[in-house]
């Protein structure tokens, strides 16, 4: 609607003085109305729809006004989603000894062909495996377990951390997170979801987003890989480490096994220097 006139004499409308020009045109709803003015210059008619339209321009206008306006609003929805994941947990000898002492810990994630509900399961392949067979790590070992047809970077992971750094004596400065397979992509995830978390990472046989790796410049990587892994190509870790290194990392290793299939774990975990390597890094002290 839209409203154009020049003045309006002062006898149709008190309080304004005189009629100095002539009502142009009334415009509503899309239709110019014309009308033959009287000696005044303004027609009875011109002045009923004037004073009908003029307070429902002004309710317009005022609820255009309100409308403008914007809100602060919150969404709120309380959870009663209960976290849960089962792990096997190997503690290092002398955990006992010392009471006040702090450990580092590692965690394990497993590829996909161990999700379910048989803890045992997560034991086949890598550090639960050796540890299974009585190997001794001077850290704690905990691997948690993906249930059925669900992947990792849906798992409470850091949830779990955080429980065992309640229940155990944990050193908060000597985390670290290793991965196979599924595992292995787990591994990049967390890594680039908490990038202050861990001290150092070892994932395997995994891959993940390279942009994200901008989010870890700082943290020590180790990642391995078959040469001709035809499951997991090695260009999924290949494309990670060169985009740490465009990042500025500088603490960026990669080791490819050239003949190794999808299974570059085998020989990965069976290589003392890689828990060496792990214990050698720590967070830095915080100011």
């Avoid at 010392?98 to 994630?109: E, G, Q, S």
Wanted: glycine share 10%; aromatic share 10%.
């Amino acid at each position: 609607m839209f409203v154009m006139m020049r003045s309006i004499c002062g006898e149709c409308l008190p309080g304004e003085g005189g009629h100095e020009g002539r009502l142009a045109a009334i415009r509503a709803s899309g239709v110019l109305f014309r009308w033959q003015r009287g000696p005044c210059g303004v027609s009875s008619v011109e002045m009923t729809l004037l004073r009908r339209l003029l307070p429902l321009a002004c309710l317009v206008t005022t609820l255009s006004a309100f409308a403008a306006e914007p809100t602060s609003e919150v969404f709120e929805k309380p959870s009663g989603e209960v976290l849960r994941l089962e792990y096997l947990l190997s503690l290092p000898e002398g955990y006992e000894v010392d009471p006040a002492k702090r450990w580092p810990l590692v965690v394990f994630l497993h590829g996909a062909g161990e999700r379910g509900d048989q803890l045992a399961n997560v034991a086949k392949h890598g550090p639960p495996k050796l540890a299974a067979a009585g190997q001794k790590f001077p850290f704690l070992l905990a691997s948690p377990q993906c249930p059925n047809e669900e992947w990792w970077t849906e798992q409470p992971v850091l949830e779990l951390i955080e429980s065992l750094e309640e229940k155990y004596r944990i050193d908060p400065m000597r985390i670290y997170l290793t991965g196979l397979s599924m595992g292995g992509y787990g591994t990049w995830h967390f890594a680039t979801l908490a990038p202050e978390r861990f001290a150092a990472i070892a994932p395997v046989c995994g891959g993940g987003i390279p942009y994200k790796m901008r989010l870890i410049p700082h943290l020590p990587v180790w990642a391995f890989h078959g040469g001709k892994d035809s499951v997991v190509v090695p260009d999924e870790s290949a494309r990670l480490v060169e985009a740490l290194k465009k990042a500025g990392n500088t603490k960026v290793e990669f080791t490819v096994y050239p003949e190794a299939g999808h299974d570059s774990w085998t020989e990965a975990y069976a290589n003392p220097a890689l828990y060496d390597w792990f214990l050698s890094h720590s967070l830095p002290a915080k100011p």
